[in-house]
């Protein structure tokens, strides 16, 4: 499953501000990525030289 950065700030700002995503080897929780502007969380997670509008979420957990 892959979910786009904005769809994760809109699903913390909702409700489950504990859920964690991982990308490569980071792993955030959704309250971390509710406090940054949508530009900053790309740039968080974005890796390597991957264009940070291409960033996708690998995984999600409970």
């Known amino acids: 499953m892959s ?3 904005p ?3 809109a699903a913390a700002a909702q409700s489950e501000p504990t859920r964690r ?3 490569a080897d980071r ?6 990525l509710n406090s940054l502007t949508e530009r900053a969380a ?3 997670l974005a890796s ?3 264009p940070a ?3 996708q979420f690998s995984s999600l957990s409970a």
């Open 21 to 23: 995503v991982s990308v």
């Open 48 to 50: 390597g030289d991957r």
């Open 3 to 5: 979910l786009s950065v």
């Open 7 to 9: 769809y994760i700030l």
């Open 27 to 32: 792993s955030v929780s959704c309250a971390e």
């Open 42 to 44: 790309y740039e968080l």
């Open 53 to 55: 509008h291409g960033v």
